[in-house]
């Protein structure tokens, strides 16, 4: 993922609220794109896809860059404090506030963190009680399998 990923369509938004858990996990770009087909397959047909939210990597570098423990701690901060803004999360977890706003806008562009506006203030939320990390070892799987330490 790069800092070009598009932030949520408010859609997107209100149904991440609606959900409990957010499932993190590393693909191929040939297993999400096959994910993708058959979910919009399954649409045509059933007119629901019932899993979770979830957060495809391509390579297990790429996940472990991105949830590294510091923006895990971020990420808990946020849900447990509940912050008004993203100088107060700064605070929290006592960081500079320039890096809390970065990590902040990658979080959210990713749609791990949700921003509410109030007047000057970005709210940041963090919208699940739970995080799930699957690692799939599974050779077939591209370039996912070829970065498994």
Known sequence: ???????????????????????????????????VTD?????????????????SFTSYDDLMGTLTPR????????????PSSINETARVVD???KNVHEELTRLAQLGI??????GQRKRPIVWFDELVITLPFDP???????AAP
Not at 140 to 146: C, I, L, P, Q, V
Request: glycine share 4%; no cysteine; proline share 6%.
């Open 1 to 35: 993922m790069n800092d070009t990923t598009p932030p949520l369509h408010p859609m997107e938004r209100e149904r991440l609220r609606d959900e409990s858990t957010l499932v993190v996990t590393v693909k191929s770009s040939d297993q999400f794109h096959d994910d």
């Open 39 to 55: 979910g919009i397959e399954a649409l045509k047909r059933d007119g629901a896809v019932d899993s979770p939210p979830t957060l």
């Open 71 to 82: 923006v895990l701690d971020l990420i808990e901060a946020v849900r447990r404090e509940e």
């Open 95 to 97: 960081r500079d506030v």
């Open 113 to 118: 963190v949700l921003f509410e506006e109030e």
């Open 140 to 146: 077939e799987a591209g370039d996912a399998a070829a």
